[in-house]
């Protein structure tokens, strides 16, 4: 029994340390949002919409069904700014809903890289999570230590963003909602 209770031990500190150097930030603390972008709660829904309970703290980002999305609308985005304490390579991981495979996706950018489609998973209807690369065929983002900016830009409307994970842990794969470790840019 006693050597049992040590290897659970020993798992249990590997997982801390397999979630040690993420940075998970929630979408309300966007640094700066842009209509049709906005922020979700039980008592402020936007007109057409519905509350999706189940977001972390029960707050989120969204881009209504029927808002307009490019080419039509070229606007609409969250901007979060954060901090990397060391270079490398990270996993960009976020905590989304979709209404439909019509709606269900982003156009990121990550500083003044090229923006990339973000999405386009067929999970409607829950909250979950996606993840950028999507396959080891992509290169994951390699980010220098210090200060970077990364905006989730309108590319389909009836969208939904609770949390944002960076990782450089490619085998970390987050579950359910993440605990907070720093903001995206608001007090």
């Known amino acids: 029994m006693i050597r049992f209770y040590h290897i659970l031990l020993a798992l249990c ?11 998970v930030f929630e979408a309300e603390t966007a640094a700066l949002l842009e209509a049709p972008m906005v922020l979700v709660t039980a008592e402020s829904v936007p007109a057409g919409s519905e509350y999706v309970a189940g977001a972390s703290g029960g707050r989120y980002l969204e881009i209504p069904e029927d808002a ?4 039509k609308l070229n606007k609409g985005y969250a901007r979060f700014e954060v901090e ?3 270079d490398g390579d990270y996993t960009l991981w976020a905590r989304v809903y979709w209404e439909g ?3 269900n996706s982003f156009t990121v950018q990550v500083d003044e890289l090229a923006p990339f489609l973000f999405g386009e998973n067929a999970t409607y209807k829950v909250w979950h999570w996606v993840r950028y690369p999507v396959s080891r065929m992509v290169r994951p983002l390699h980010l220098k230590a210090g200060k970077h900016t990364i905006t989730f830009h309108n590319r389909e409307d009836g969208v939904r963003l609770d949390q944002v994970l960076l990782t450089p842990n490619r085998r970390f ?5 993440e605990q907070v470790t720093t903001v995206g840019g608001a007090p």
Do not use: R
Request: overall charge negative; proline content about 12%; charged content about 10%.
């Open 13 to 23: 500190c590997c997982v801390a340390v397999a979630a040690a150097g993420n940075i």
């Open 68 to 71: 307009g999305n490019p080419p």
């Open 84 to 86: 990397v304490a060391a």
């Open 101 to 103: 495979e019509c709606s």
């Open 173 to 177: 794969v987050p579950v359910d909602i």
